[in-house]
């Protein structure tokens, strides 16, 4: 796994990470080579203007058509694109958000949809997304597979930088993703916060009361 700076995708741009993971063809995963990125103070970084939720259309766990925009209407918002295969960033963030909703009041977990979007189509199926996540703690959490070009169309505008899974010469397939957690309000269903990989469960938790009633955390 590989971290860098994702560039311009976003005005705060600096804060905000891509991750290039690597691992065999049956998922086995390179260690880290390098993380230049750096924690920052408070975990929400707030965006000046908020950002439309992607009108996405995918298949769920159950392989079920899952519309986005429809099922997650009124209710506050984590999106992540990760894959399955990804050999420690992704399971890291998933179980940590996981974690999280699960510190919350019931009434309040009902409200939060957290949704994993795979950026592996080919290889996670909806079978095995159902018990990648639920292994991470995240027996809610919706996953969602389906034709890779709209999934990297849907997380374009919000910043997030999707390429196509590449097999190297030595057989071994490196999937490039952004990192960040984007977080949507109930009030009017636009993006609103980021949360980049290096966000901890207890940051979450902390954050979360606020974002479900669709304040600034």
């Given at each position: ?35 230049v ?15 439309a ?56 977990r ?46 374009k ?34 993006a ?19 974002i ?6």
């Amino acid at each position: 796994m590989r971290t860098k700076t994702l560039g311009a995708a976003l005005a705060i741009a600096a804060a905000l990470t891509l991750t290039a993971c690597g691992g065999g063809s049956d998922g086995g995963g390179d260690k880290p080579v390098a993380d230049v990125s750096a924690a920052p103070k408070k975990a929400a970084i707030t965006l000046d203007a908020p950002k439309a939720k992607p009108d996405l259309v995918l298949t769920d766990t159950s392989e079920k058509k899952y519309e986005l925009v429809k099922e997650t209407k009124g209710h506050p918002v984590l999106l992540y694109f990760g894959y399955t295969y990804c050999p420690d960033v992704c399971s890291t963030v998933v179980a940590d958000m996981a974690e999280a909703a699960k510190k919350l009041p019931q009434a309040d977990r009902d409200k939060l949809k957290i949704v994993f979007v795979t950026t592996d189509p080919d290889r996670d199926t909806p079978k095995r997304m159902r018990e990648w996540l639920d292994a991470q703690g995240g027996q809610d959490i919706v996953g969602l597979t389906g034709d890779f070009e709209t999934i990297q169309a849907a997380a374009k505008p919000l910043g997030i930088l999707v390429e196509k899974a590449k097999k190297e010469k030595d057989g071994s397939i490196t999937v490039s993703h952004g990192a960040e957690v984007v977080g949507f309000s109930p009030k009017d269903d636009g993006a609103h916060w980021i949360y980049t990989a290096e966000t901890t469960a207890a940051q979450y938790a902390k954050d979360l009361p606020k974002i479900i009633k669709g304040e600034n955390p």
